[in-house]
Structure formats: structure tokens, C-alpha cells
């Protein structure tokens, strides 16, 4: 395809057509991108051009509908970025971080960001700034695990390649351990749309805690939509501790990929907690590519009303000797709808590969509806995978026994919920996160104080 | 303290419970014996309020309130506690705040302030004594991975801090070994007083050895047939639920 198919778009009146305009208007914003980046993403508007918007007819999108978002129109970021106190983003901070990057609308801001002192070597701060500095780790990583313009990437990360603006980067070099969280904040506002584009590079025998907030502000101007890519690479023997959690506003729209590749004897603990959004999707692919690699990928969701959550895993034993442990556990009440579609891949060759993945959902309402499609593929024959999935509702014995302890049937549903819950919150490493997420779940389940009382 | 008149139960559509009278006065221990299937079980669930079974007629009073018409909760909080024959796990919910938290719910019911931290470990500490509980089971959660000894145990623990003023012990002992068995009967002759009642269910008389009853009754086929002291406990044990269960076919009225 030529430059010149990109420049005019033949999508007049289609639903991808502003997406294109975008893509061309950013295009006169950036003029000195590296080829490689400049070309990265011209392959990505092609392949978006070309793919369009995936339809429940599509395998990977057969339970979810992204209607609204294809008919929703939403406008980029102005180029100053939005006037915000400190005070709009304090619900989300949290004390003791090495540094926090905060984007509102996929822009930097420095006024609500902070970078503190980093032992020699590390790189925090803009993904923008390091592809204009041309850094080694970027140019070797940036889109080399999910370059947006393969067969198997998806419309939303072909978007993201083409249009995100900015985006946190971390380059840890060898053998460097950060301690502290890096608090990497995004703001969406309003009725826009936003890309931020992260890319975390581990070096050997490094390690490091980066907790990923996405949160919403001002809803008044209409539902925002979030496409974030996070790209992770794992050195060898490096460890990270990761959390993402998704909390914007209701009706907010939120499709995210997760992309990790792990190197030799690397240790990665995801733990992704989805709460809010109308439609809120996560696409996570772990590629175990060393002999060693420990991969431990857990999820949490709690939607109710018309939410939709959608978790797709896939996780690729390349090498051998690897471990990967996924728990993913949804609640779902009112109209609300899962879907959790895991796919353990065991490459030829993975022997002495250990893997587990299993999906509860509680079900709170008899309108709420939970898809789970655990899957295995297996090409070696020496190894050990389950897989399990369940649907179910609260437990009618263990109600009855707390309230004939004495506690109200609101508050002994929502103990057992909140316990239901709380075996993934217990594993969040980070302990302000985690005492927020409780915070959360107190608020939003009915009875909540005795629940507080009695975890 | 406790009436039950002509209280007839359902579950699932089928009548359990024929019409069952008893009458437990303040500070007395009853027993209920039966053979299996007689409606022991499912007299003690009817009096907690489980869900499953419907009162189709009669009327249990609780100090002269209706007993039927309140929720599980409220039952609880008025002073009803009934020991499970199967404790429930409750994965994720530890043992000791959960208790905290019913102990409240009782108080303030009661109308008085919540018990705070510190002594409601001093009162848990001294509850734990009476039935040798181990410490290291107040923290995990509810009876999870607890032996069935420790189950039982703790029913009787947590029976302890809530200070019930009618307790139903439904099949205590069973699945206990000997020195379980002592333990636990121990633990609940403890807690016997002038104003409290109790109404132990069991298949088996060995219980009202340690436990001893002032009334002993034997339901069958969801009906009181006879009741008596302890001594009528002794007479089962020795001749078995077969005699009475003929006695009691015969004296079903003609066209039953």
C-alpha cells in the first residue's frame, strides 16, 4: 500500500474514517519520529484500515459487543493538557512511590508527576522522550512483541501503534533494584480518546514494582475511551511486580493490551483488577521464551449494572522449564457480563512446563451472565497443565450459618462475597493499593462496616 | 422459655414434622432421641429459621414472642443458638472477627455498645478455656480445614461468647471421639445455668452421659411418642428405637 492510501483514506462516513483523520493529523505534530517508529505505525493504520473494527462474528469477540464504542465518536486531547489540581488526582496517589507519571488523556503532566532520586542508570519518564532520545532498549522492544501490524494483533492495538502520543517508559539496567512502586496514572476525561503507549524494560537481575492506575474524571462530557498497550520485557532473572488497576468512571470505555515477554529464570506477577468502565476488555499474551521463567498472572473483577468485562489470556510456553499460574475471579451482579477466554499454549519443545489457570465467577443476580472458555494446546509431552473454570452463586448453607450467628443476610452475602474477592486482593503487593481495593469493595458492598469488622 | 405447639414443617413438599408440642421451662436441659430420619435435624433447622423448610401449621413461642416470624438473624440476636451438626467453612472470613462482628450485631441488638478490641480478646481468651480450643484456630478462617472434633468445638466456642438463652445442640456428638465427646459436654455443662435451656439432639444416649437432660423425648416419623427422665435414655440405649417405634404405629389412630 503507498503513503499516498493513508493520506486519503478511502473510509469516507465509515466508523474508522475519525480514526483516520487523527492519524494524519498527528502525523503533521510529529514530523522528526524515527523511520522505524514513523513506519511502525504507518503499517498499523494499514493493517487497521484494512481490518476495521472487529464484530461478534470474530472468534475473539463473539461475546462482546463494541458497538457502542464504533458509534460513539469521541475527540483527542486539546494539545495543552487538561487544567487539574493536584486534589482531582488524590483519590488515586499513594504514599511511598519512587515516582509517578501521570497522563491525562494520554498527555504528559508534569505538574502531577514526579520522578524522585533512581540509582544511576534508570530511565523513568516519557515513552515520547526516549524515542526522540533514540534509546537502545526503545528501538530494539518498542512494538518488536506486539508490533500492532501482525495477523494475530487485534484493530485496538493497530490504534494504539498508530496514534498513541505518549505513554511511561521505564528502562531498569542491569542488575538495579527499585524498591519503591512506580505509579504510572492515567486520566481519562470526558468524551475523549486517548493511546498511552507503556513500555517497561527489565534488564538482568533487576527488579522492580510498577502499579498502573486508570481512572476517570469529569464524565459530564460523555463516555471516554482508553486503548493502552503495555509492553513488558523481562530480562533474564529479573523480577516485577505489576498492578493494574482499571477504575474509571461507569460508563468509560477500556480496551487494553498486556504484552509480556519473560527471559531466562525472569519472575513476573501480574494482578489486574478491573472495576469500572461500560465495556472494559483486556487482551494479556505472556510469551515464556526462557528456560526458567515464572509467570504468575492473576485478575480480579467486579462489575454490575450493564458492565461488560472481557479477559483474554494467552499464555505461550516456549521454553522449558517455565511456570505460569493463572487465577482470574469475577463478581458480577445486576445486567452485568464476563468473559474470561484463556488459552495455555505449550510450544514443542516446553518440556517440564508447569501451568495452571482456573476462572471463578460469582454470580450475585440471576440476570448477570459469566462466559468462561478455558483452553489448553499442548505440543510437548512432558508436562503438567490444569485448567478450570466455574460459574456459581453464593453459597445458601454458609448464609444461613452467619446469620444464625446472628448477622443480617445483606451483611453475611456481602462477607461472602468480599471473602470470595478477597483471596486475590490478599495478593496484591503493594500494600496502599491493596487497602484502597478493600476500601472499595467496603463502599460498594451492602453492609460493608460489619464486613470491615469481620476481615 | 420455649413452647412448641402442634408445629407441623415441610421440605420440599413433604411433611416432615407431624405436629411436634414440647415445652422447655428456663434453666432445663431436653433431649431429643430418634431414630434416623425421625425429623431431629429438621426440628432443630425449623427453630434456627433455615429457609428450606416451611411451617405449615403451629407456633413456637420464645418467652411468649413468635419465635416463627422472625428472620434467622433476629432469632439470633433474641438469644437462639443453634450448634450445626455439619459447621459451615467459610473460606476467607476469620474465625475470631467474624465472631466479633455477630457478638455486636447481638449486642447492639440488646441495646448495648459494641465491645472493643481489647476485650473482646480477653473474653475470647477465656471462652477458648472452656472447650481447650486451640489459639491458632481463632485465626484461621471459619472452620476451614478444621478436624471434626475442632468443628464441634467451636460451635460450642462460639455458643460461649454469644451467650444464647435457648442453645439447640443438633448431633454434637457426632463424628467425636471419646475425649472430644468429654471435652465438648464439658464445655456446654460449663454454660448450664438457671436461665439458660437447652435442647440436645442426638441418635445416641452415650451424649447424656455427660451431658445429662432433666427431660428426655423420643420423636418418630416427626412426632413426640413419649417422653420421660433420663432413665427413658438408658431404656433405648438398651432396648433400641424398634419397640417404640411399634408402639408408637399402633397408636396411630385408625385410617392414619
Known amino acids: ?455 | 422459655m420455649i413452647q412448641i405447639k402442634n408445629l407441623h414443617a415441610n421440605v420440599g413438599g413433604v411433611e416432615i414434622l407431624h405436629g411436634v408440642d414440647l415445652e422447655i421451662s428456663a434453666g432445663e436441659v431436653h433431649a431429643i432421641m430418634g431414630p434416623n430420619g425421625s425429623g431431629k435435624s429438621t426440628l432443630a433447622r425449623v427453630l434456627a429459621g433455615h429457609g428450606a423448610y416451611d411451617v405449615t401449621e403451629g407456633q413456637v413461642l420464645l418467652d411468649g414472642a413468635d419465635l416463627l416470624d422472625m428472620a434467622p438473624e433476629i432469632r439470633a440476636r433474641e438469644g437462639v443458638f443453634m450448634a450445626f451438626q455439619y459447621p459451615v467453612e467459610i473460606p476467607g472470613v476469620s474465625n475470631t472477627y467474624f465472631l466479633k462482628a455477630a457478638l455486636n450485631a447481638v449486642r447492639k441488638h440488646r441495646g448495648q455498645k459494641e465491645i472493643d478490641a481489647v476485650d473482646f480478646l480477653k473474653l475470647v481468651r477465656e471462652k477458648m478455656k472452656l472447650v481447650q480450643m486451640d489459639e491458632g484456630l481463632l485465626h484461621r478462617p471459619v472452620n476451614e480445614g478444621f478436624s471434626g472434633g475442632e468443628k464441634k468445638r467451636n460451635e460450642i466456642f462460639h455458643m460461649a461468647v454469644l451467650e444464647p438463652r435457648f442453645a439447640v445442640l443438633d448431633e454434637t456428638d457426632s463424628g467425636l471421639d471419646i475425649d472430644a465427646l468429654r471435652i465438648v459436654s464439658a464445655g456446654v455443662n460449663l454454660l448450664r445455668n438457671a436461665e439458660r435451656s437447652f435442647l440436645v439432639i442426638t441418635h445416641y444416649q452415650r451424649l447424656l452421659d455427660y451431658i445429662v437432660p432433666d427431660r428426655v423425648h423420643v420423636l418418630v416419623d416427626g412426632r413426640i411418642v413419649r417422653s420421660g427422665g433420663k432413665e427413658l435414655a438408658l431404656e433405648l440405649e438398651a432396648k433400641g428405637y424398634g419397640w417404640i417405634e411399634q408402639e408408637a404405629a399402633l397408636a396411630q389412630p385408625v385410617g392414619v
Not at chain 1, 495477523?151 to 538495579?176: M, Q
Not at chain 1, 525472569?266 to 483488577?273: F, G, K, M, Q, T
Not at chain 1, 458492565?307 to 487465577?327: I, T, Y
Not at chain 1, 495455555?344 to 459469566?370: C, F, M, W, Y
Open chain 1, 1 to 455: 500500500m503507498s503513503a499516498m492510501l493513508i493520506e486519503r483514506p478511502t473510509a469516507a462516513g465509515s466508523p474508522i474514517e475519525p480514526y483516520l483523520d487523527e492519524f494524519a493529523r498527528l502525523r503533521g505534530e510529529r514530523p522528526a519520529e524515527p523511520t522505524r517508529v514513523a513506519e511502525m505505525r504507518r503499517r498499523a493504520i494499514e493493517r487497521f484500515t484494512a481490518v476495521g473494527f472487529p464484530t461478534l462474528k470474530e472468534e475473539e469477540w463473539r461475546f462482546t459487543n463494541i458497538a457502542p464504542i464504533v458509534r460513539a465518536s469521541f475527540h483527542p486531547a486539546s494539545s495543552e493538557v487538561a487544567e487539574f489540581g493536584i486534589e482531582a488526582i488524590a483519590p488515586w496517589m499513594f504514599d511511598g512511590t519512587a515516582a509517578r507519571l501521570t497522563f491525562v488523556d494520554g498527555r504528559f503532566a508534569p505538574a502531577l508527576s514526579f520522578v524522585g532520586d533512581l540509582p544511576h542508570g534508570v530511565f523513568v519518564g516519557r515513552l515520547a522522550e526516549a524515542i526522540e532520545a533514540q534509546r537502545e532498549e526503545v528501538s530494539q522492544h518498542l512494538g518488536a512483541h506486539r508490533p500492532g501490524d501482525r495477523a494475530d494483533s487485534h484493530a485496538f492495538v493497530a490504534l494504539n501503534t498508530a496514534l498513541f502520543k505518549d505513554g511511561a517508559c521505564l528502562l531498569l539496567p542491569r542488575g538495579v533494584r527499585i524498591e519503591a512502586p512506580i505509579h504510572l496514572l492515567f486520566v481519562a476525561t470526558g468524551g475523549t480518546m486517548s493511546f498511552p503507549r507503556n513500555l517497561l524494560v527489565l534488564g538482568e537481575d533487576s527488579e522492580a514494582t510498577v502499579v498502573e492506575t486508570y481512572a476517570g474524571i469529569n464524565g459530564s462530557g460523555g463516555p471516554a475511551l482508553t486503548v493502552p498497550v503495555t509492553e513488558i520485557v523481562a530480562q533474564a532473572n529479573s523480577s516485577l511486580r505489576h498492578v493494574k488497576l482499571q477504575r474509571e468512571e461507569r460508563e468509560a470505555f477500556h480496551v487494553a493490551a498486556f504484552e509480556l515477554r519473560q527471559e531466562r529464570s525472569s519472575r513476573v506477577a501480574s494482578h489486574s483488577i478491573s472495576l469500572g468502565g461500560g465495556i472494559v476488555r483486556n487482551d494479556i499474551h505472556a510469551v515464556l521464551a526462557g528456560e526458567g521463567a515464572d509467570c504468575t498472572l492473576n485478575g480480579l473483577y467486579l462489575v454490575e449494572g450493564r458492565q461488560v468485562v472481557d479477559n483474554h489470556m494467552k499464555v505461550e510456553h516456549v521454553a522449558a522449564h517455565c511456570d505460569s499460574h493463572e487465577l482470574y475471579k469475577g463478581v458480577l451482579d445486576g445486567k452485568a457480563r464476563a468473559v474470561f477466554n484463556g488459552l495455555i499454549h505449550v510450544h514443542p519443545g516446553a518440556q517440564k512446563t508447569d501451568a495452571k489457570q482456573s476462572n471463578r465467577n460469582l454470580l450475585l443476580s440471576s440476570e448477570a451472565i459469566a462466559n468462561s472458555n478455558p483452553q489448553l494446546e499442548i505440543y510437548a509431552d512432558d508436562v503438567k497443565c490444569t485448567h478450570g473454570s466455574t460459574v456459581g452463586q453464593l453459597d445458601e448453607d454458609a448464609i444461613f450459618y452467619l446469620r444464625s450467628r446472628g448477622i443480617g443476610i445483606e451483611a453475611a452475602q456481602s462477607l461472602l462475597t468480599y471473602a470470595f474477592a478477597s483471596e486475590l486482593v490478599e495478593r496484591i503487593p503493594v500494600e496502599p493499593v491493596r487497602r484502597a481495593l478493600e476500601e472499595f469493595l467496603f463502599a460498594r458492598l451492602p453492609g460493608g462496616e460489619v464486613v470491615r469488622q469481620a476481615v
